[in-house]
């Protein structure tokens, strides 16, 4: 990274600074393959990092309970405009902190406490805020689980129907963040409708691909959507929620409410669960949305599953086993199952050799959820940095080396961890060497 870019803090705050260099060399010198990260641009960076980080703006624009936010008005505008313009929705809130708390909003704007919603249970693939039992989603209320057909890996829609049939869940939350396959949203509008249940789609690890036209379009289906803006989005650590504007279970559900489906989204993140915005998140969006318009934009969405693609087949080429035997997004399985090491003992192997992931569990683990038989691979952060196909087939050449020779790691790593930082040198990473 070069030096010149924090030139106030090197100077003022040597340690951070040094934590910074060091962690920008780690990125750009190492494969990135955590499917829910990628690379934020100088742009976003220097948005995120701007003075708007002084201002309180609690309200919305044009009603706050501050003065002075003449311009957090026109930022937070320009923010919502772009995103509206990038996702075609009704209305959209910029303001949650995170996707976290993006969904904790849409509980407390449309559910009770006790209430029963349909998610996907985190040992299978779905998010903990989707009602995993820890997680305040699990607690507050109750989560009626579907899951992945433990076989083909994918989703069977005659038993997400049949189990909310039986179930009569309030919600449906779809979107995951270990799932490799396109999600069917008409399918999911029809047995919400069924049931009268709101169906919610949390695309925070797929929105650039909806954005590309790679993977279906939850927005016309659903009455909300919830993101976060890092991830492959490329924004800053923040999210949003998209909603139809009118409730369309209104008089079975809100009767008594006076608001509509977009004031109680809104009502929900201010003041029920946030205070102040964070207007430089939001600044570090608005300019992500910007980029996000871009045919630029579009044409990675669509390389980081030909990206995936290409991995997963080179992979499958050299004998890895591949969860559900392939992949239609950023993401695949590594299949463990047969090993007598674990997901986790493949995660560590791989990053002391230079390739950042995450152990995983696959379709039909027998193994705990601190061991799994598997390691998610994503392949955004390295599309971020121009790499294409050919570079998937050595990428796909270490892994399967280096999960050849678990048992021999201390060996190998130093001389794969030197090819790899040498092939990193040939690619321009983002927010750090561009
Ligand atoms: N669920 C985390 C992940 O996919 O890594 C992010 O929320």
């Given at each position: 990274m070069s030096v010149e870019r924090y030139p106030h803090l090197k100077n003022d705050d040597p340690e951070v600074y040094n934590l910074i260099c060091q962690q920008a060399q780690m990125e750009s010198s190492?494969?990135?393959?955590?499917?829910?990260e990628s690379y934020a641009s100088f742009d976003v960076i220097e948005a995120c990092g701007s003075?708007?980080?002084n201002k309180y703006a609690e309200g919305y624009p044009g009603a706050?309970?501050?003065?002075?936010n003449e311009y957090a008005d026109q930022l937070e505008n320009l923010a919502i405009a772009r995103g509206k313009e990038l996702f075609g929705c009704e209305h959209m809130n910029?303001?949650?902190?995170?996707g976290s708390p993006a969904n904790c909003a849409v509980y407390r704007a449309l559910l009770n406490v006790g209430d029963k919603i349909m998610g996907v249970p985190v040992s299978e693939g779905?998010?903990?805020?989707?009602?995993?039992?820890?997680s305040f989603s699990g607690k507050d209320y109750q989560q009626i689980a579907y899951r992945p057909?433990?076989?083909?890996?994918?989703?069977d829609m005659d038993e997400v129907r049949e189990i909310a049939l039986r179930e009569r869940p309030k919600l449906i939350w779809t979107g995951m963040s270990a799932y490799p396959f396109k999600l069917d949203y008409a399918a999911f509008a029809e047995i919400a409708k069924e049931v009268d249940a709101y169906l919610v789609a949390d695309?925070?690890?797929i929105n650039s691909l909806i954005i590309a036209g790679v993977h279906p379009d939850p927005v016309p289906y659903c009455d909300v959507v919830t993101s976060t803006?890092?991830?492959?989005?490329?924004?800053?650590?923040a999210g949003f929620i998209m909603s139809k504007v009118?409730?369309?279970?209104h008089q079975l559900?809100?009767?008594?409410?006076?608001?509509?489906l977009a004031q109680s989204i809104d009502r929900a993140v201010f003041p029920m669960l946030q205070g102040g915005p964070h207007l430089s998140q939001i600044a570090g969006m608005a300019t992500a949305f910007k980029y996000a318009l871009t045919d630029e934009f579009k044409a990675y969405g669509a390389q980081i599953v030909k990206n995936a693609q290409a991995l997963c087949a080179e992979l499958q080429a050299l004998g890895r086993p591949i969860a559900g035997g392939?992949?239609?997004?950023h993401l695949l399985l590594l299949d463990f199952?047969?090993?007598?090491?674990t997901g986790k003992d493949a995660s560590q192997a791989l990053a002391k050799c230079g390739i950042i992931a995450n152990f995983n569990m696959v379709p039909?683990?027998?193994?705990s959820p601190f061991k799994t038989s598997g390691v998610r691979l994503g392949t955004a952060a390295l599309t971020s940095a121009g790499m294409k196909e050919d570079d998937m087939k050595k990428v796909a050449a270490w892994i399967a080396r280096i999960c050849s020779n678990i048992e021999k790691v201390d060996e190998i790593a130093p001389v794969i961890r030197a090819e790899i930082a040498e092939f990193c040198k040939g690619f321009v990473f983002p927010g750090i060497t561009e």
């Open positions: 190492t494969l990135k393959m955590i499917a829910s003075i708007f980080t706050r309970y501050y003065e002075g910029v303001q949650p902190y995170s779905g998010h903990l805020t989707h009602g995993w039992k820890v057909n433990q076989t083909t890996g994918r989703l695309i925070a690890h803006a890092h991830k492959m989005l490329r924004g800053p650590r009118e409730d369309r279970y559900y809100h009767a008594e409410s006076k608001w509509n392939g992949t239609e997004t199952r047969h090993e007598d090491f039909g683990d027998t193994r």
